[in-house]
Protein backbone atom coordinates (compact mmCIF):
# COMPACT_ATOMS: atom_id res chain seq x y z
CA UNK A 1 0.00 0.00 0.00
CA UNK A 2 1.24 3.72 -1.07
CA UNK A 3 -0.01 5.11 2.60
CA UNK A 4 2.07 8.43 1.45
CA UNK A 5 0.30 9.15 -1.33
CA UNK A 6 -3.27 7.79 0.20
CA UNK A 7 -2.27 10.75 3.32
CA UNK A 8 -1.71 13.37 0.76
CA UNK A 9 -4.32 12.62 -1.42
CA UNK A 10 -6.84 13.23 1.11
CA UNK A 11 -5.45 16.02 3.19
CA UNK A 12 -5.47 18.12 -0.01
CA UNK A 13 -8.83 17.22 -0.43
CA UNK A 14 -9.79 17.97 3.06
CA UNK A 15 -8.21 21.69 2.60
CA UNK A 16 -9.98 21.86 -0.38
CA UNK A 17 -13.15 21.29 0.19
CA UNK A 18 -14.53 20.83 3.55
CA UNK A 19 -17.03 23.57 4.40
CA UNK A 20 -15.21 26.38 6.97
CA UNK A 21 -18.55 26.03 8.63
CA UNK A 22 -16.67 22.86 10.14
CA UNK A 23 -15.73 24.57 13.37
CA UNK A 24 -14.94 20.90 14.99
CA UNK A 25 -14.57 18.60 11.62
CA UNK A 26 -12.33 20.74 10.02
CA UNK A 27 -8.50 19.22 9.19
CA UNK A 28 -7.24 20.67 12.37
CA UNK A 29 -9.38 17.22 13.92
CA UNK A 30 -8.29 14.77 11.43
CA UNK A 31 -4.22 15.51 11.98
CA UNK A 32 -5.57 15.57 16.08
CA UNK A 33 -7.18 12.22 15.36
CA UNK A 34 -3.87 10.71 13.58
CA UNK A 35 -1.56 11.93 16.13
CA UNK A 36 -3.68 10.13 19.06
CA UNK A 37 -4.17 7.20 17.00
CA UNK A 38 -0.49 6.84 17.03
CA UNK A 39 0.06 7.82 20.74
CA UNK A 40 -2.36 5.16 21.75
CA UNK A 41 -1.28 2.40 19.08
CA UNK A 42 2.43 2.64 20.79
CA UNK A 43 1.07 2.48 24.15
CA UNK A 44 -1.08 -0.42 23.17
CA UNK A 45 1.92 -2.15 21.91
CA UNK A 46 0.57 -2.16 18.05
CA UNK A 47 4.21 -2.63 16.16
CA UNK A 48 3.34 -3.98 12.87
CA UNK A 49 3.93 -1.73 10.26
CA UNK A 50 1.08 -2.61 8.33
CA UNK A 51 -1.45 -2.17 11.32
CA UNK A 52 -0.46 1.00 12.09
CA UNK A 53 -0.42 2.37 8.15
CA UNK A 54 -4.04 0.77 8.34
CA UNK A 55 -4.85 2.83 11.54
CA UNK A 56 -3.16 6.15 10.02
CA UNK A 57 -5.07 5.92 6.94
CA UNK A 58 -8.65 5.23 8.87
CA UNK A 59 -7.91 8.01 11.10
CA UNK A 60 -7.31 10.58 7.90
CA UNK A 61 -10.28 9.16 6.04
CA UNK A 62 -12.45 8.82 8.99
CA UNK A 63 -14.33 12.40 8.27
CA UNK A 64 -13.46 12.16 5.08
CA UNK A 65 -17.62 12.32 4.57
CA UNK A 66 -17.91 15.76 5.84
CA UNK A 67 -16.74 17.07 2.18
CA UNK A 68 -20.41 15.34 1.00
CA UNK A 69 -22.58 15.03 3.41
CA UNK A 70 -23.14 15.44 7.31
CA UNK A 71 -25.18 13.07 8.66
CA UNK A 72 -23.85 9.57 7.81
CA UNK A 73 -20.75 10.89 7.00
CA UNK A 74 -19.12 7.57 7.80
CA UNK A 75 -20.59 5.99 5.33
CA UNK A 76 -19.34 8.48 2.78
CA UNK A 77 -15.97 8.57 3.85
CA UNK A 78 -15.67 5.05 3.28
CA UNK A 79 -17.25 5.00 -0.51
CA UNK A 80 -13.91 7.51 -0.76
CA UNK A 81 -11.86 5.04 0.44
CA UNK A 82 -13.74 2.00 -1.81
CA UNK A 83 -13.03 4.23 -4.59
CA UNK A 84 -9.31 6.08 -4.08
CA UNK A 85 -7.52 3.36 -1.84
CA UNK A 86 -7.56 0.19 -4.91
CA UNK A 87 -5.38 2.63 -7.15
CA UNK A 88 -3.33 3.12 -4.10
CA UNK A 89 -2.04 -0.45 -3.73
CA UNK A 90 -4.74 -1.11 -0.95
CA UNK A 91 -6.36 -4.56 -1.35
CA UNK A 92 -9.82 -5.85 -0.80
CA UNK A 93 -9.12 -6.78 2.45
CA UNK A 94 -7.00 -3.78 3.76
CA UNK A 95 -10.09 -1.41 2.25
CA UNK A 96 -12.53 -3.56 4.47
CA UNK A 97 -10.42 -3.32 7.70
CA UNK A 98 -10.06 0.41 6.91
CA UNK A 99 -14.24 1.17 6.85
CA UNK A 100 -14.70 -1.31 9.68
CA UNK A 101 -12.39 1.40 11.31
CA UNK A 102 -14.14 4.08 10.14
CA UNK A 103 -17.87 2.52 10.82
CA UNK A 104 -16.82 1.92 14.61
CA UNK A 105 -16.21 6.22 15.44
CA UNK A 106 -20.03 6.36 14.46
CA UNK A 107 -21.45 7.44 17.56
CA UNK A 108 -22.73 5.30 19.28
CA UNK A 109 -19.48 3.80 18.31
CA UNK A 110 -19.21 0.33 18.12
CA UNK A 111 -15.34 -0.93 17.75
CA UNK A 112 -16.19 -5.06 18.92
CA UNK A 113 -13.42 -6.48 19.65
CA UNK A 114 -11.03 -5.34 16.64
CA UNK A 115 -8.50 -3.74 18.49
CA UNK A 116 -7.21 -1.32 15.80
CA UNK A 117 -11.05 0.26 15.78
CA UNK A 118 -11.03 0.60 19.47
CA UNK A 119 -7.96 2.86 19.00
CA UNK A 120 -9.49 4.67 16.24
CA UNK A 121 -12.78 5.13 18.55
CA UNK A 122 -10.39 6.69 21.44
CA UNK A 123 -8.55 8.52 19.53
CA UNK A 124 -11.46 10.22 17.51
CA UNK A 125 -12.71 11.31 21.33
CA UNK A 126 -10.01 11.68 22.89
CA UNK A 127 -10.82 15.75 23.84
CA UNK A 128 -12.99 14.31 26.54
CA UNK A 129 -10.74 13.96 28.64
CA UNK A 130 -8.29 16.57 27.86
CA UNK A 131 -7.25 20.19 29.27
CA UNK A 132 -8.67 21.57 26.14
CA UNK A 133 -12.04 20.39 26.52
CA UNK A 134 -14.12 23.62 26.65
CA UNK A 135 -12.27 25.08 23.65
CA UNK A 136 -12.92 22.23 21.56
CA UNK A 137 -16.08 21.35 22.39
CA UNK A 138 -17.07 24.80 22.12
CA UNK A 139 -16.11 24.50 18.29
CA UNK A 140 -18.44 21.89 18.00
CA UNK A 141 -21.37 24.00 19.66
CA UNK A 142 -20.59 26.56 16.90
CA UNK A 143 -20.69 24.10 14.51
CA UNK A 144 -24.05 22.39 15.13
CA UNK A 145 -25.16 25.80 15.22
CA UNK A 146 -24.24 27.08 12.25
CA UNK A 147 -26.61 24.03 11.37
CA UNK A 148 -29.66 24.84 14.05
CA UNK A 149 -28.36 21.67 15.69
CA UNK A 150 -28.62 23.43 19.18
CA UNK A 151 -31.39 25.69 20.18
CA UNK A 152 -29.38 27.69 23.14
CA UNK A 153 -27.11 27.19 25.92
CA UNK A 154 -29.30 24.78 28.26
CA UNK A 155 -29.88 22.64 25.25
CA UNK A 156 -26.43 22.48 24.48
CA UNK A 157 -25.49 21.30 28.26
CA UNK A 158 -28.15 19.01 27.94
CA UNK A 159 -26.97 17.32 24.76
CA UNK A 160 -23.27 17.23 26.72
CA UNK A 161 -24.43 15.43 29.95
CA UNK A 162 -26.51 12.77 27.67
CA UNK A 163 -23.29 12.19 25.54
CA UNK A 164 -21.06 12.10 27.99
CA UNK A 165 -23.15 10.23 30.60
CA UNK A 166 -23.24 7.11 27.10
CA UNK A 167 -19.80 7.63 26.37
CA UNK A 168 -17.02 4.67 26.89
CA UNK A 169 -13.35 4.82 26.52
CA UNK A 170 -11.95 1.05 24.70
CA UNK A 171 -8.15 0.61 25.13
CA UNK A 172 -6.85 0.42 28.68
CA UNK A 173 -4.77 2.87 28.11
CA UNK A 174 -7.26 5.40 26.91
CA UNK A 175 -9.18 4.69 30.10
CA UNK A 176 -5.95 5.26 32.26
CA UNK A 177 -5.60 8.30 30.86
CA UNK A 178 -8.87 9.83 29.91
CA UNK A 179 -11.82 8.18 32.11
CA UNK A 180 -11.02 10.27 35.06
CA UNK A 181 -10.91 13.81 33.52
CA UNK A 182 -14.22 12.95 30.98
CA UNK A 183 -15.94 12.17 34.55
CA UNK A 184 -15.10 15.54 35.82
CA UNK A 185 -15.79 17.33 32.86
CA UNK A 186 -19.28 15.66 33.05
CA UNK A 187 -19.87 16.72 36.38
CA UNK A 188 -18.68 20.23 35.98
CA UNK A 189 -21.06 20.37 33.10
CA UNK A 190 -24.07 19.36 35.32
CA UNK A 191 -23.44 22.32 37.97
CA UNK A 192 -23.29 24.83 34.79
CA UNK A 193 -26.94 22.64 33.99
CA UNK A 194 -28.02 23.44 37.22
CA UNK A 195 -27.55 27.16 37.23
CA UNK A 196 -29.10 27.36 34.12
CA UNK A 197 -32.15 25.58 35.42
CA UNK A 198 -31.84 22.62 33.50
CA UNK A 199 -32.02 19.03 35.04
CA UNK A 200 -28.97 17.06 33.42
CA UNK A 201 -31.53 14.93 30.82
CA UNK A 202 -32.18 15.96 27.06
Known amino acids: MDSQRAETYVLDQLRQH???TLAYHGVHHTLDV???AESLAAAEGVTDPDDLALLRTAALYHDAGFMTTYQGHESASCELAREILPDMDYSPSEV???CRMIMATQVPQNPDDLHLAQILCDADLDYLGRPDFWTISQTLREEWQARDMVRD???WYEIQVKFLSAHRFW???AIARREAETQARLAEIKVR???LGGDGVA
Open 193 to 195: LAQ
Open 171 to 173: TRT
Open 153 to 155: EQH
Open 96 to 98: ELI
Open 34 to 36: VAQ
Open 18 to 20: LSP
